[in-house]
């Protein structure tokens, strides 16, 4: 950042901290400088407010242009539809960058409610927060619910003060969001959202139905639809799969410094591509399947690695899986999961997938399971399917053999 001082309109870097860099204004003298009054700079609610950049968990980072308008409508929908208080404690490991956790530190300020920010994730420092704060929410994604429920000291926090907590960024599998509220009490709100959004656009309601594995209702007074994947001027009726499109304040003015993939995603009547694949029930509640993008086609058939991953997740055994699609030359592409265990668990490959079978068709059956310590995730917690070759041993097997993740 340093080496951009002095570049286009880049004169001053203000820094926070003890020891800033050689260069820089120390955030307390920049304060001393400045002048005893100032005129405000005239600005509109469709002035950009923020440039907030995509995780690039399917490709390269894009920056989002976001109105004022935009951050404000997001902050209140999280207010509304969680039905945030004065009242309300929040705990949140969620990284600053992101949209997700912007948008619930604006509704904090927005009601007055107690925010603890934690500098990063950890499963002890969520349940020490929790327990030291009386947390009544907190604000997560997949990933963390999956590490704190399979934590061994999970049962010596005492985390009865939560009455709701919020999830998003990715899916939680329905199993996980039961057991979070059989173990804590709380129910799991899931929403959906995205960085061309500025926010969550859809919320299971804190008084209303809500209903695990989806990702609930539109806010009021935005609008969503699916459509055929090949035409987005045909919608799909309720239960039939296509894309996600959406329209209302939050969409963003485009992407920064890029007009074709404005192009692709923004169209001319307002509507938005999302680039998920979803289905909706007849009392209007979506469900994410999963990115476009990430499709597996095997043998002609789509597979989802979501779907997959969320079954997977199921398994008593299993903490966290990944799905993604290998090259096959009699089917084109084969489902293989990354799977890690839970501490002190024991599996096998066939074993998982005769769990799936369960639950899906035969085409969607993974054909290879890879037990691994760890699995790429950003740092918003979505999973990287594209680093998942980073990890792979080349092998696509449905072992017999049992494996133990140590305690």
């Known amino acids: 950042l340093m080496g951009l001082k002095g570049k286009g309109e880049l004169t001053e870097i203000v820094a926070w901290g003890e020891k800033p860099p050689t260069g820089a204004i120390p955030f307390d003298l920049w304060l001393k400088l400045g002048a005893a009054r100032f005129d405000a700079v005239p600005r509109s609610p469709k002035d950009v407010g923020a440039i907030c950049y995509t995780s690039g968990t399917t490709g390269h ?15 209140y929908a999280a207010a509304l539809m969680n039905t945030r208080t004065a009242a309300d404690t929040v705990v949140s490991p969620l990284p600053s960058p992101h949209v997700y956790s912007s948008c619930v530190f604006n509704a904090a300020f927005l009601v007055g409610a107690k925010m603890v920010i934690l500098p990063r994730f950890s499963e002890e420092g969520m349940f020490a ?21 399979a934590h061994p000291k999970f049962e010596r926090y005492d985390l009865s003060s939560l009455t709701r907590c919020t999830v998003g960024g990715q899916t939680l599998p329905v199993a996980k969001s039961l057991e979070w509220t059989e173990r804590t009490g709380a129910p799991v709100l899931e929403l959906w959202g995205m960085t061309e959004l500025a926010g969550a656009a859809t919320f299971n309601p804190f008084y209303g139905a809500n209903k695990p594995g989806t990702i609930g209702v539109p806010i009021p007074g935005f609008s969503c639809k699916i459509v055929d994947v090949t035409d987005p001027d ?22 920064y410094g890029n007009e074709a ?24 509640y979506y469900t994410i399947v999963d990115r476009k993008k990430d499709m597996i086609l095997t043998a002609g058939f789509n597979v989802y690695p979501a779907e997959l991953e969320r079954i997977l997740c199921g398994h008593p055994a299993v903490a966290l899986a990944a799905v993604r699609g290998v090259p096959d030359e009699a089917k084109g592409e084969l489902a293989k999961a990354y799977v890690m265990l839970k501490p002190g668990a024991t599996s096998s490959g066939k ?14 059956i993974p054909r290879g399971v890879q037990f691994v310590e760890t699995v790429p995730i950003t740092s918003s917690g979505k999973i990287m399917r594209r680093l998942l070759s980073d990890i792979d041993d080349g092998r696509v097997v449905l072992d017999e053999v049992t494996v133990t993740r140590p305690g």
Do not use: F, N
Not at 61 to 75: E, L, T
Not at 135 to 149: E, F, Q
Not at 275 to 283: H, L, M, P, R
């Open 61 to 75: 980072p894009k920056g989002a242009v976001q109105q004022h308008r935009s951050i404000v409508v997001a902050a």
């Open 129 to 149: 927060a929790i327990q030291e704060h009386r947390a009544t929410i907190i604000d997560s994604v997949p990933t963390a619910y999956y590490y704190m429920l």
């Open 234 to 255: 045909k919608e799909m009726p309720a239960g039939e799969r296509g894309e996600l499109m959406v329209k209302g304040l939050m969409v963003m003015d485009g992407y």
């Open 261 to 284: 993939s404005t192009r692709d995603t923004l169209r001319p009547d307002g509507w938005m591509h999302t680039g998920d694949i979803a289905t909706v029930d007849e009392d209007g």
């Open 351 to 364: 074993e998982l997938a005769e769990h799936c079978r369960k639950h899906l068709a035969a085409y969607k």
